[in-house]
C-alpha cells in the first residue's frame, strides 16, 4: 500500500535537502522546526520508508537518536503535469438556431409557448450535427 506524503512531511524533506545536506541529527532537527520530536519522527520514518531520507543510529551526549541525511528525488506533487489542449470549433455552436431566433429574447423558455423542448429548428440543427458526426466518424 502506497504512502502519500502530507505537508508536514515535505516540509521537513525540503528543509533536510536545503538547509542540511550533509544531514542532521532528529534530536535536533525537531527543535529547529519548532514542533515536537514524535511529529519528526513518524514523518522521518514515512520518508525513510518511501526512500526520501536515510537514518543512521548514533548516540548523541550518552542519548540514542538519528542522523538523518536527504536522498535528493522528486516529490510526487512537484512532478509536471502535462495540459491536453482541446480544439473547439466554435463554427459549429455559431450555427445553432436560437442565435438568429426572433423568440429567444422573451418568449421562448422551458415551459413557455416557444420551449427548447419542443422547438423544430433546434431539433433539426441537433439532428443534422449527429448525422454530420457520424459521418466524420465513419471516414476515419
Not at 60 to 76: E, M, W
Request: net charge positive; with cysteine; aromatic share 10%.
Amino acid at each position: 500500500m502506497a504512502t502519500k506524503l502530507n505537508e508536514t512531511d515535505i516540509k521537513i524533506y525540503k528543509y533536510i535537502l536545503k538547509k542540511h545536506p550533509d544531514g542532521i541529527r532528529q534530536n535536533d532537527l525537531w527543535k529547529k522546526l519548532k514542533t515536537t520530536s514524535r511529529v519528526v519522527s513518524r514523518s522521518l520514518k514515512k520518508l525513510e520508508k518511501l526512500g526520501y531520507v536515510k537514518r543512521t543510529p548514533v548516540i548523541h551526549n550518552g542519548r540514542h537518536t538519528y542522523f538523518v541525511v536527504a536522498i535528493p528525488k522528486p516529490l510526487p506533487t512537484e512532478r509536471k503535469t502535462r495540459i491536453r489542449r482541446v480544439r473547439i470549433n466554435f463554427k459549429q455552436y455559431t450555427d445553432i438556431p436560437c442565435m438568429y431566433c426572433p423568440y429567444i429574447d422573451k418568449q421562448c423558455y422551458e415551459g413557455g409557448f416557444y420551449d427548447p423542448r419542443t422547438c423544430d429548428w433546434l431539433t433539426e440543427w441537433i439532428l443534422e450535427n449527429i448525422s454530420k458526426s457520424r459521418k466524420r466518424i465513419r471516414r476515419k
